[in-house]
């Protein structure tokens, strides 16, 4: 006899297939989603030390700024005056003369990972030694998930779920 599949066989494993897709495409979505929430908090947790390092190696404060709009939120680290700089609704950096940027990162809204602080700066003394106010801040994905670091008065850092 002859060979091969039915055109029912055949349309039976394309309806699997595509229910096995619909079920995949989400979930690379929302894996995706969290990997990057993940590297925001490395790259956060990587500029505070840098930060704190930065003000003991130069023995001048260096400051944490953050950021929040319906466009995005960010935060801006550097030495300087307290409010040296600062974020735009648009993401983008603005510095006074006297100061000096290190670093800024800008998370816009359509990334889907949103940044929080329970304060508005945070300052690493000229020692490097403390981290006025203390705070912790939250990076959120669109389903309320994510994570918490907190920055203890010691500039440590203590990454938890939310």
Same mark, same amino acid.
């Given at each position: 006899g002859v060979r091969g599949f039915s055109l029912i066989e055949a349309m039976v494993c394309c309806s699997i297939a595509a229910v096995l897709l619909a079920a995949a495409v989400?979930?690379?979505? !929302?894996?995706?989603?969290?990997?990057? @929430?993940? &590297? +925001? #908090?490395?790259?956060?947790?990587?500029?505070?030390?840098?930060?704190?390092?930065?003000?003991?190696g130069n023995g001048a404060s260096v400051h944490l700024r953050f950021h929040?709009?319906?466009?995005?939120?960010?935060?801006?680290?550097?030495?300087?005056? !307290?409010?040296?700089?600062?974020?735009? @609704?648009? &993401? +983008? #950096?603005?510095?006074?003369?006297?100061?000096?940027?290190?670093?800024?990162?800008?998370?816009?809204?359509?990334?889907?990972?949103r940044l929080s602080a329970n304060v508005a700066r945070m300052s690493f003394d000229?020692?490097?030694?403390?981290?006025t106010p203390t705070g912790s801040v939250s990076f959120v994905d669109r389903d309320g998930r994510g994570q918490r670091v907190v920055v203890a008065?010691?500039?440590?850092?203590?990454?938890?779920?939310l």
């Open positions: 989400p979930a690379t979505g !929302r894996l995706m989603e969290r990997q990057r @929430e993940q &590297g +925001e #908090v490395a790259q956060f947790r990587v500029h505070v030390q840098h930060a704190r390092l930065h003000a003991l929040e709009s319906a466009q995005g939120s960010g935060y801006t680290v550097h030495q300087g005056p !307290r409010d040296g700089c600062a974020l735009d @609704e648009a &993401g +983008e #950096v603005r510095c006074v003369s006297d100061a000096e940027l290190l670093t800024a990162e800008w998370l816009p809204a359509q990334r889907g990972v000229s020692g490097g030694m403390t981290v008065l010691t500039g440590r850092l203590r990454t938890e779920a």
